[in-house]
């Protein structure tokens, strides 16, 4: 059974940094893309970043448009991704997922991830 479980959420002030880890377990995970998303209240699930596989075996990253420049990426393992999470605003306040999903060139669409993981809260004050 395949599971994917959230760590390293929490509150911190605006300008502080947060690193998320996900580790996934129950599969083979290599040709996965992992990636994160997120969900702030009333609005809808939304793409971070990603890390893709591609046939040259070098994993990819994708992100945002808000998370260049504040957001890393890491593909630590084949069952390992991580998000450090620089410079944070309040407007990053939400519930971060981990997900997996066979590698597509589609990484920002939920559609594309199979596995998720139960979310962890990232609170941002002023």
């Known amino acids: 059974q395949v599971q994917l479980v959230e760590s390293g959420g929490g509150l911190v002030q605006a300008g502080g940094s947060l690193r998320l880890s996900c580790a996934a377990s129950?599969?083979?995970?290599?040709?996965?893309?992992m990636g994160w998303f997120r969900q702030a209240p009333g609005k809808q699930r939304e793409s971070v970043a990603a890390?893709?596989?591609?046939?040259?075996?070098?994993?990819?990253a994708d992100y945002a448009d808000f998370a260049k420049g504040r957001f890393t990426i890491s593909r630590d393992a084949q069952n390992l991704v991580n998000l450090q999470m620089n410079n944070l605003k309040p407007e990053d306040t939400a519930v971060y997922y981990c997900?997996?999903?066979?590698?597509?060139?589609?990484?920002?669409?939920?559609?594309?991830?199979?596995?998720w993981g139960q979310g962890t809260q990232v609170t941002v004050s002023s």
């Open positions: 997900a997996a999903g066979r590698s597509g060139s589609t990484w920002y669409e939920l559609s594309t991830y199979d596995y």
């Open positions: 129950g599969g083979t995970f290599r040709t996965y893309a």
């Open positions: 890390t893709r596989w591609s046939r040259d075996n070098t994993y990819y």
